[in-house]
């Protein structure tokens, strides 16, 4: 054995080897090949048969609630560790734990990964209830604003500008607050599309600049119309 293959002082712990070079066990003589899991003591290292711990599951690290479930759970355990070469420092690999005991801790963490799903449920519905209050709210602002609008036009309106994650006006901060003009914007925009040849010009290739200022005057006459 060398230096690098006794185990780490750890207060508390059992300490498991993975060891890097052939050895034997010092009790029961068995071959212990290159990876296997040893015990160290007195006489020297032992396999984990004669270290009372060939009965324990290996779990590997990486999950920490696992980890710590298990290892509550779990009458006796012990620390896995192996030699690295280059930190030049023991690292661990993972905890040797009872059957039983993993099988708890899983069948834990499968019921707060429920819980988990069923709180992000619960959150997108909320998060779906406040936007169509915020889509109602829009749509109440234009109908208070535009009297004479047509009806399901406001609707058609905040569908389209309070649409999640499309950067539209109904989107800003502003007009989250039910600002006049950023309203006003989303309402000139509706007018734009379905009561000019705006659509029109630009599939004629015309700028939309251009395009703008050519229907400014409808746009204007359909607004105040519908203000009335």
């Known amino acids: 054995m060398s230096s690098e293959e006794i185990a780490p ?7 498991v080897i993975w ?3 052939d050895t034997k066990c010092a009790e029961c003589g068995e071959e212990l090949p290159r990876g296997s899991a040893i015990r160290m003591s007195d006489p020297g290292p ?3 048969d004669c270290a009372e711990l060939g009965h324990l599951m290996f779990l590997a690290s990486g999950d920490a609630a696992l980890t710590r479930r298990a290892k ?10 192996q030699w ?5 420092r023991y690292e661990r690999q993972g905890l040797l734990v009872e059957e039983e005991a993993l099988d708890r801790a899983e069948d834990e963490c499968l019921a707060d990964e429920e819980v988990r799903q069923r709180r992000r449920m619960r959150e997108a519905e909320r998060r779906e209830a406040l936007d169509q209050q915020y889509h109602d709210r829009f749509a109440a ?9 047509p009806a399901g036009t406001p609707e058609a309106i905040a569908n389209h500008a309070c649409r999640k994650h499309s950067g539209r006006v109904g989107r800003s901060a502003a007009a989250q607050r039910l600002d006049e003009e950023m309203v006003g914007l989303a309402v000139r925009a509706h007018i734009r599309h379905r009561h000019t040849r705006y659509d029109a010009l630009l599939l004629k290739g015309w700028d939309r600049h251009e395009a703008r200022d ?3 005057c409808d746009v204007a006459a359909v607004e105040e119309q519908w203000r009335s």
């Open 46 to 48: 032992l396999c984990l």
């Open 72 to 81: 509550k759970h779990s009458g006796l355990y012990a620390v896995v560790v």
């Open 141 to 149: 602002r234009i109908r208070e604003l535009y009297r004479a609008c």
């Open 214 to 216: 050519e229907v400014f």
């Open 9 to 15: 002082q750890q207060q508390g712990d059992i300490v």
């Open 84 to 88: 690295s070469r280059t930190r030049k």
């Open 19 to 21: 060891v890097r070079r």
